[in-house]
């Protein structure tokens, strides 16, 4: 089990910056991460490899969310932190950058639970709109009409941020 835990002390701040973005909320992010993780111990044999485990704990983490909308019970909630990189990993802080990142956060919340996941797999995990299908358990077409949806009210409610990226093939 060194190996898990080795696993597990790596890669937990990237799995909790991914959780964040899919849940909004830092409390549920790292309940989401902790499930994930519970979950990939107890396959860890069936794995067959370490480079397997990081693969297996994103799928995990995106069915465990996908399940908690479904079931309607995870209440969203705003909260006046975001998780920060730490200090030996983040470079200078510059205000614009901070600006940008409250206004993206903000955004990102105000759109629903389904329409952050499809973004963020889209477009942070860079994920292609089959595998982000597959790992929400929706179809191709739920995940481009979310993704319309999502960037549509991003626009509506941050009109700052459409000049910073727009997905190829995406209309304006």
């Known amino acids: 089990m060194d190996e898990f835990d ?11 910056r991914s959780a964040y973005l899919l849940t ?4 549920l992010a790292e309940d989401l ?12 044999k ?11 704990t994103r799928r ?23 998780p920060e990189p730490r200090a030996r990993d983040a470079g200078p802080d510059h205000a614009a950058h ?17 329409q952050r996941a499809v973004l963020v ?6 994920r292609t709109e089959a595998e982000a299908a597959d790992l929400l358990g929706v179809t191709i077409g ?3 009409s979310q993704t319309a949806k999502a960037l549509a009210r991003m626009r509506a409610v941050a009109p700052e941020l459409a000049d910073l990226y727009v997905p190829e093939g995406s209309a304006r």
């Open 142 to 144: 739920t995940v481009k």
């Open 121 to 126: 797999l889209r477009f942070f995990e860079d």
């Open 6 to 16: 080795s696993f597990v002390r790596a890669r937990t701040p990237a799995l909790l």
């Open 24 to 27: 909004g909320d830092q409390h």
């Open 60 to 82: 995990t983490m995106y069915h465990l969310q996908v399940s908690w909308w479904r079931r309607g019970r995870v209440a969203e909630s705003l909260t006046d932190q975001m």
């Open 46 to 56: 069936r794995l067959n490899a370490v480079e397997n485990a990081e693969a297996y």
């Open 98 to 114: 901070t600006t940008l990142r409250i206004t993206l956060r903000n955004a990102l919340l105000k759109l629903t639970n389904r």
């Open 33 to 44: 991460v902790q499930s994930a993780l519970a979950r990939t111990h107890r396959s860890w």
